[in-house]
């Protein structure tokens, strides 16, 4: 293996090799063989521990347990929190939805038509399920006492509309609040969904979350904004029975409202909205 | 709803004066295309982009629908929209649209050069752009430069008064809508009549066989009428009435609640519209109105 054979070493190794004598670098050589230390199966142990601890609503109560209350409230637990609400208001939603299910089944197996005769039965019987049950009337005081106010000093209405600035009002409504608005679908490629209105629980990005008051029992209702138009008024006075009428176009509202507080807004091509002037 | 999107005002620049026979004529002519199935008309206003134009924005638009034809609109029922045709020669001269768009629904470009025409399909802010189908076109049209104003969302105007008038027109209107439909790829095209007198005003059925002819297929030369023109009145319509197609004033429940339908309702200086309450947090939310197509 030393001895090279000449034709080799002058007519190969010149070409490709800075030293033609010594083919081999001798630094890659080690005269030990290298073991990279395990972690001894961790791993796959924390991995599994993941897939155990994944949050819902229950071990989340335990784990707040654990720590105390002011710890939460660091700034470097930030993420963390917002992550869990994240998770109890889905897990909110769909509890609420569960229930309202569970009593439409027990409406019509006792063929109750009444919404306080069905109320009543729940409380007695089904007491758990009562508890969790979305109720309309707790949410009217965020309309009627929160939002109205809040859109109405945001907007600076008064009696008298002449000084009203329309197009001020217009800016400053694309970036207010909705949670706790009443809106109506006035017009939606979704045909079932015309006439729904409710108060906003949350706005999240693609969707408004809303509390609907029905014949027999309240329900939570996810709208997705993406093709439909929300209509809103606002009462110019308590007396008087004249308010502003304004619509949302969803589809160029998808955003939360936290990120649509700066932010500018473009003109596109509409010719997704085509259903909007259509009957 | 069938639109028409070009009849023209009897003016053509703001030193003009409106006589009351011109007006009269006008009449006539909106009145037969009511008869002929037309339900949404754009009066348009043809201007020079260099000309100067008055400092008052209320003195912008001379059409003054609300006092002129206020009363044919409640006899007929038909809408009514103003629009502005600028000429665009020489870039340069003219004049930043942002302040003239606020007194018209539409906006359109004319351009007369090839100069007008690249910034016309590039930077302005319109809702359509069309030509002069009477003569040459001022430049040969690139399918690139036309179809990339067409995705912005710019439509392209087929003007077919001009195919009623006289010879030498209308063989050039021929070739230059047959330029037009081949540099768009009929996409984004919309058809206007641009009718001077009643007798140049045709149905939807006679406009389709004559575009017909000319390489549009039928099907899109319906929709030219309908749901696209019906688009660059939604388009226009909302740039004034809404904050970048966000919020819009008034409402869309009933019959013609919305923003285009809404001619009358929305108060045109201040942007609002008032109405009674019918919205009340103590009502049933769902199917309470619900709709019955």
Known sequence: ??????????????????????????????????????????????????????????????????????????????????????????????????????????????????????????????????????????????????????IKELLNITKNLKTFNGSLALLKLSMADYNGALLRVTKSKNKTLIGLQGIVIWDSQKFFIMIVKGNIIDEIKCIPKKGTVFQFEIPISDDDDSALRYSILGDRFKYRSVDRAGRKFKSRRCDDMLYYIQN | MLVDLNVPWPQNSYADKVTSQAVNNLI?????????????????????????????????????????????????????????????????????????????????????????????????????????????????????????????????EIVYGYALRDVQARRQFVSNVRSVIRSSRSRGIVIGSGAMSPLECRNILGVTSLIKNLGLPSDRCSKAMGDLASLVLLNGRLRNKSHKQTIVTGGGSGDGDDVVNDVQGIDDVQTIKVVKRSMDAEQLGHASKRHKP
């Not at chain 1, 890659?28 to 949050?55: A, E, H, I, N, V």
């Not at chain 1, 509890?95 to 006792?110: D, P, S």
């Open chain 1, 1 to 150: 293996m030393d001895r090279t054979q000449t034709f080799i070493k002058d007519c190969l190794f010149t070409k490709c090799l800075e030293d033609p004598e010594k083919p081999f670098n001798e630094n890659r050589f080690q005269d030990t063989l290298l073991l990279l230390p395990t972690d001894g199966g961790l791993t796959s142990r924390l991995q599994r521990q993941q897939r155990k601890s994944k949050l819902n609503l229950d071990n989340l109560q335990k784990v707040s347990q654990l720590e105390s209350a002011d710890k939460q409230l660091e700034k470097r637990d930030y993420q963390r929190i917002n992550k869990n609400s994240k998770i109890a208001l889905r897990e909110y939603i769909n509890n609420c939805k569960k229930n309202t299910k569970k009593c439409l089944k027990l409406a019509y197996e006792n063929k109750i038509t009444d919404k306080e005769d069905l109320l009543h039965y729940i409380e007695e019987k089904h007491p758990t399920i009562y508890e969790s049950l979305p109720q309309y009337v707790d949410f009217v005081p965020m309309y009627k006492e929160l939002w109205i106010n809040y």
């Open chain 2, 28 to 156: 006539k002519t909106l009145s037969t295309l009511h008869m002929l199935g037309y339900t949404h008309i754009a009066i348009n206003f043809t201007v020079n982009h260099s000309e100067k134009f008055p400092n008052d924005v209320k003195l912008l638009n001379p059409i003054d629908i609300k006092r002129r034809f206020g009363e044919l609109m409640d006899r007929t029922g038909l809408k009514l929209y103003s629009r502005i045709t600028l000429i665009i020669d020489d870039p340069s001269k003219g004049q930043s649209l942002s302040k003239i768009s606020q007194a018209f629904d539409i906006v359109a470009a004319l351009p007369i050069s090839e100069k007008g025409l690249t910034l016309s399909t590039t930077n302005l802010d319109i809702d359509l752009l069309t030509f002069q189908y009477g003569s040459r076109l001022p430049t040969f049209l690139k399918h690139k430069s036309i179809c990339s104003c067409v995705n912005r969302g710019v439509k392209l």
